[in-house]
C-alpha cells in the first residue's frame, strides 16, 4: 500500500523517524533525508513497515530511498500517473528503475553520485 503523508500529518513520525540523520540509508543513497516542512512523501507500507518512499515538493523529486527495487517501481508509476515527474537530480543507484518506469535519465550531467532525471 503506498501512502501519501507530510511531516504534519498523525504517524509520520512513527512510519519515517528512524530515516532522518541513518547511516544506513545514507550509505546507500549518498544523500541525507530530511523532513522539510514542503514536501510530500509517497510512502510504500507493507504489513506496516516502510519498504520504500520518495519526497517531493510540487512534483520535483528531492529523495529516493528503497529495499527493493520493485517496491520504488511501484512508487514512481504512482507519481507519475498522479501527475508526473519534473526534472530532478536524485541519487544515481536507482538508474535501472527510473529507466524501467520510462524516465529519462540524463548523460549530460556533472554529478558524483547523483543524476538528473525527467519524463
Do not use: H, P
Request: with cysteine.
Amino acid at each position: 500500500m503506498i501512502v501519501k503523508m507530510t511531516n504534519k500529518d498523525k504517524g509520520f513520525y512513527e512510519y519515517m523517524g528512524k530515516f532522518f540523520g541513518s547511516r544506513l540509508v545514507e550509505r546507500q543513497t549518498n544523500d541525507r533525508i530530511y523532513d522539510d516542512n514542503n514536501k510530500q512523501w509517497y510512502i510504500l507500507l507493507e504489513k506496516e513497515e516502510v519498504k520504500a518512499f520518495v519526497s517531493a515538493n510540487n512534483n520535483k523529486i528531492k529523495n529516493i530511498y528503497t529495499t527493493d527495487n520493485k517496491y520504488l517501481e511501484k512508487i514512481l508509476n504512482k507519481m507519475i500517473k498522479d501527475g508526473g515527474i519534473i526534472t530532478s537530480v536524485v541519487t544515481n543507484k536507482y538508474v535501472d528503475v527510473y529507466e524501467k518506469c520510462g524516465l529519462k535519465v540524463s548523460k549530460d550531467n556533472y554529478y558524483k553520485n547523483f543524476v538528473e532525471i525527467y519524463m
